[in-house]
Protein backbone atom coordinates (compact mmCIF):
# COMPACT_ATOMS: atom_id res chain seq x y z
CA UNK A 1 0.00 0.00 0.00
CA UNK A 2 1.45 3.74 -0.56
CA UNK A 3 0.26 5.08 2.46
CA UNK A 4 -0.74 3.87 5.96
CA UNK A 5 -0.50 0.03 6.89
CA UNK A 6 0.11 -2.07 9.99
CA UNK A 7 2.28 -5.27 10.28
CA UNK A 8 -0.68 -7.78 9.59
CA UNK A 9 -1.21 -10.40 12.29
CA UNK A 10 -3.59 -11.76 14.86
CA UNK A 11 -2.41 -11.62 18.36
CA UNK A 12 -4.03 -13.93 20.93
CA UNK A 13 -2.92 -13.19 24.54
CA UNK A 14 -4.25 -14.05 28.17
CA UNK A 15 -6.61 -11.37 30.13
CA UNK A 16 -4.37 -9.12 32.00
CA UNK A 17 -1.45 -9.03 29.77
CA UNK A 18 0.11 -5.63 28.29
CA UNK A 19 0.25 -5.71 24.07
CA UNK A 20 1.49 -3.60 21.83
CA UNK A 21 0.76 -3.62 18.07
CA UNK A 22 2.37 -1.22 15.47
CA UNK A 23 1.88 0.70 12.48
CA UNK A 24 3.97 2.09 9.95
CA UNK A 25 3.09 4.14 7.19
CA UNK A 26 4.92 5.76 4.06
CA UNK A 27 3.65 9.05 3.73
CA UNK A 28 3.92 11.87 5.94
CA UNK A 29 0.73 13.08 7.76
CA UNK A 30 0.16 14.85 10.50
CA UNK A 31 -2.56 12.87 12.47
CA UNK A 32 -2.48 9.03 13.34
CA UNK A 33 -5.61 7.66 14.44
CA UNK A 34 -6.47 4.44 16.10
CA UNK A 35 -9.66 2.66 15.85
CA UNK A 36 -11.37 -0.40 17.12
CA UNK A 37 -13.92 -1.98 15.66
CA UNK A 38 -15.98 -4.94 17.65
CA UNK A 39 -17.26 -7.66 15.96
CA UNK A 40 -20.24 -6.95 13.53
CA UNK A 41 -19.71 -3.25 14.84
CA UNK A 42 -18.59 0.07 12.88
CA UNK A 43 -15.03 1.01 13.48
CA UNK A 44 -14.54 3.34 16.07
CA UNK A 45 -11.98 6.17 17.01
CA UNK A 46 -10.00 5.01 20.25
CA UNK A 47 -7.11 7.50 20.11
CA UNK A 48 -5.62 10.69 18.18
CA UNK A 49 -1.89 11.73 18.35
CA UNK A 50 -0.52 14.34 15.69
CA UNK A 51 2.78 14.94 14.94
CA UNK A 52 4.04 17.20 17.17
CA UNK A 53 3.29 14.24 19.96
CA UNK A 54 5.77 11.59 20.93
CA UNK A 55 2.79 9.77 23.65
CA UNK A 56 -0.76 10.07 24.34
CA UNK A 57 -2.67 8.47 27.17
CA UNK A 58 -5.81 7.55 27.26
CA UNK A 59 -6.94 5.27 30.44
CA UNK A 60 -5.02 1.96 29.62
CA UNK A 61 -4.51 2.91 25.97
CA UNK A 62 -0.41 4.23 25.21
CA UNK A 63 -0.11 5.59 21.55
CA UNK A 64 3.10 6.83 20.08
CA UNK A 65 3.99 8.69 17.10
CA UNK A 66 7.67 8.38 15.48
CA UNK A 67 7.46 10.82 12.76
CA UNK A 68 11.35 9.75 11.65
CA UNK A 69 10.86 5.93 10.95
CA UNK A 70 6.97 6.43 10.52
CA UNK A 71 5.68 4.34 12.79
CA UNK A 72 3.22 4.83 15.56
CA UNK A 73 2.09 1.78 18.53
CA UNK A 74 -0.65 1.30 20.62
CA UNK A 75 -0.48 -0.56 24.21
CA UNK A 76 -2.70 -1.75 26.04
CA UNK A 77 -2.04 -2.48 29.57
CA UNK A 78 -4.11 -4.78 31.54
CA UNK A 79 -6.27 -6.19 28.89
CA UNK A 80 -9.78 -7.57 29.37
CA UNK A 81 -11.95 -10.16 27.48
CA UNK A 82 -13.86 -6.90 26.30
CA UNK A 83 -10.69 -5.73 24.27
CA UNK A 84 -10.95 -8.25 21.67
CA UNK A 85 -11.61 -6.52 18.30
CA UNK A 86 -10.00 -5.46 15.36
CA UNK A 87 -7.72 -2.71 15.91
CA UNK A 88 -6.83 -0.11 13.09
CA UNK A 89 -4.62 2.46 11.99
CA UNK A 90 -5.08 5.23 9.88
CA UNK A 91 -3.20 7.98 8.50
CA UNK A 92 -4.67 11.32 6.88
CA UNK A 93 -3.87 11.81 3.49
CA UNK A 94 -2.04 15.47 2.98
CA UNK A 95 -4.89 18.01 3.64
CA UNK A 96 -7.59 16.60 1.94
CA UNK A 97 -10.80 17.32 4.79
CA UNK A 98 -10.15 14.12 6.60
CA UNK A 99 -10.04 11.86 3.47
CA UNK A 100 -8.40 8.75 5.94
CA UNK A 101 -6.55 5.83 4.60
CA UNK A 102 -6.93 2.72 7.23
CA UNK A 103 -4.18 0.07 7.58
CA UNK A 104 -5.61 -3.63 7.36
CA UNK A 105 -6.10 -4.27 11.39
CA UNK A 106 -4.44 -6.21 13.56
CA UNK A 107 -7.11 -9.25 14.99
CA UNK A 108 -6.82 -8.64 19.10
CA UNK A 109 -8.42 -11.80 20.84
CA UNK A 110 -7.89 -11.72 24.47
CA UNK A 111 -8.67 -15.46 26.22
CA UNK A 112 -10.09 -14.70 29.71
CA UNK B 1 -28.95 6.94 19.83
CA UNK B 2 -27.11 6.14 17.13
CA UNK B 3 -26.04 9.32 14.71
CA UNK B 4 -24.71 7.29 11.99
CA UNK B 5 -27.20 4.83 10.79
CA UNK B 6 -27.50 2.68 7.30
CA UNK B 7 -30.11 1.09 5.49
CA UNK B 8 -30.38 -2.08 4.31
CA UNK B 9 -28.19 -3.67 7.20
CA UNK B 10 -28.07 -7.25 4.95
CA UNK B 11 -28.78 -7.07 1.19
CA UNK B 12 -28.91 -9.59 -1.24
CA UNK B 13 -28.53 -8.79 -4.71
CA UNK B 14 -28.21 -10.37 -8.72
CA UNK B 15 -25.81 -9.64 -10.87
CA UNK B 16 -26.58 -6.91 -12.98
CA UNK B 17 -29.28 -5.44 -10.60
CA UNK B 18 -29.17 -1.98 -8.82
CA UNK B 19 -28.58 -1.61 -5.56
CA UNK B 20 -28.96 1.44 -3.44
CA UNK B 21 -27.55 1.87 0.06
CA UNK B 22 -28.65 4.86 2.24
CA UNK B 23 -27.16 6.40 4.77
CA UNK B 24 -28.25 9.14 7.48
CA UNK B 25 -26.00 10.80 9.90
CA UNK B 26 -27.70 13.19 12.69
CA UNK B 27 -24.53 14.85 14.07
CA UNK B 28 -24.44 17.76 11.72
CA UNK B 29 -21.22 16.98 10.02
CA UNK B 30 -20.26 18.27 6.49
CA UNK B 31 -18.33 15.56 5.12
CA UNK B 32 -19.51 11.76 4.17
CA UNK B 33 -17.61 8.95 3.87
CA UNK B 34 -18.20 5.62 2.12
CA UNK B 35 -16.00 2.94 2.54
CA UNK B 36 -15.90 -1.24 1.84
CA UNK B 37 -13.64 -3.97 3.69
CA UNK B 38 -12.84 -6.86 2.32
CA UNK B 39 -10.74 -9.00 4.61
CA UNK B 40 -6.90 -8.54 4.34
CA UNK B 41 -7.68 -5.02 2.93
CA UNK B 42 -8.98 -3.02 5.82
CA UNK B 43 -11.21 -0.14 4.96
CA UNK B 44 -11.12 1.15 1.83
CA UNK B 45 -12.56 4.58 0.93
CA UNK B 46 -15.15 4.69 -2.21
CA UNK B 47 -16.43 8.07 -2.68
CA UNK B 48 -17.08 11.06 0.03
CA UNK B 49 -18.59 14.18 -0.03
CA UNK B 50 -18.00 17.74 1.14
CA UNK B 51 -21.57 18.85 1.78
CA UNK B 52 -24.66 18.40 0.20
CA UNK B 53 -24.78 18.62 -3.79
CA UNK B 54 -20.95 17.25 -3.67
CA UNK B 55 -19.42 13.66 -4.41
CA UNK B 56 -15.66 12.95 -4.80
CA UNK B 57 -13.72 10.12 -5.68
CA UNK B 58 -12.45 7.74 -3.37
CA UNK B 59 -9.54 5.64 -4.38
CA UNK B 60 -11.59 2.66 -5.90
CA UNK B 61 -14.81 4.61 -6.96
CA UNK B 62 -15.12 2.31 -10.57
CA UNK B 63 -18.55 0.93 -10.44
CA UNK B 64 -20.16 2.92 -8.08
CA UNK B 65 -22.00 6.56 -8.02
CA UNK B 66 -22.98 8.33 -4.89
CA UNK B 67 -25.49 10.95 -4.37
CA UNK B 68 -25.42 13.66 -1.09
CA UNK B 69 -29.02 15.25 -1.57
CA UNK B 70 -28.75 17.38 1.76
CA UNK B 71 -26.69 17.61 5.16
CA UNK B 72 -28.09 14.25 6.63
CA UNK B 73 -28.13 11.66 3.89
CA UNK B 74 -25.72 10.10 1.95
CA UNK B 75 -26.39 7.03 -1.07
CA UNK B 76 -23.92 5.01 -2.40
CA UNK B 77 -25.29 3.33 -5.60
CA UNK B 78 -24.80 0.33 -7.58
CA UNK B 79 -25.57 0.56 -10.69
CA UNK B 80 -24.55 -2.71 -12.67
CA UNK B 81 -23.86 -4.95 -9.48
CA UNK B 82 -20.94 -7.62 -10.15
CA UNK B 83 -19.97 -10.73 -7.34
CA UNK B 84 -17.13 -8.38 -6.88
CA UNK B 85 -18.90 -5.97 -5.02
CA UNK B 86 -19.78 -8.53 -2.53
CA UNK B 87 -18.02 -6.79 0.69
CA UNK B 88 -19.23 -5.29 3.65
CA UNK B 89 -19.89 -1.25 3.48
CA UNK B 90 -19.23 1.26 6.22
CA UNK B 91 -20.94 4.84 5.56
CA UNK B 92 -19.08 7.70 8.31
CA UNK B 93 -19.59 11.42 8.93
CA UNK B 94 -17.08 13.83 10.43
CA UNK B 95 -16.28 17.31 10.57
CA UNK B 96 -12.95 17.76 9.31
CA UNK B 97 -11.70 21.43 7.95
CA UNK B 98 -8.28 22.20 6.25
CA UNK B 99 -5.35 20.12 7.72
CA UNK B 100 -7.79 17.98 9.34
CA UNK B 101 -6.32 17.78 12.49
CA UNK B 102 -9.15 16.78 14.17
CA UNK B 103 -10.71 14.24 11.58
CA UNK B 104 -12.26 12.11 13.74
CA UNK B 105 -14.86 9.74 11.61
CA UNK B 106 -18.11 8.49 13.17
CA UNK B 107 -18.87 5.35 11.55
CA UNK B 108 -22.35 3.35 11.00
CA UNK B 109 -22.83 0.18 11.84
CA UNK B 110 -22.27 -0.99 8.35
CA UNK B 111 -24.36 -3.16 5.66
CA UNK B 112 -23.53 -6.34 4.13
CA UNK B 113 -24.09 -7.02 0.79
CA UNK B 114 -23.95 -10.57 -1.17
CA UNK B 115 -24.23 -10.38 -5.09
CA UNK B 116 -25.53 -13.44 -6.78
Known amino acids: SQWGEENLQALSIQEGEDVTMNCSYK?????VQWYRQKSGKGPAQLIL?????REKRSGRLRATLDTSSQSSSLSITGTLATDTAVYFC????????????FGAGTQLIVIP | EAAVTQSPRNKVAVTGGKVTLSCNQT?????MYWYRQDTGHGLRLIHY???????EKGDIPDGYKASRPSQENFSLILELATPSQTSVYFC???????????????FGPGTRLTVL
Open chain 2, 49 to 55: SYGAGST
Open chain 1, 90 to 101: ATLRGSALGRLH
Open chain 1, 49 to 53: IRSNE
Open chain 2, 92 to 106: ASGDAGWGGADAEQF
Open chain 2, 27 to 31: NNHNN
Open chain 1, 27 to 31: TYTTV
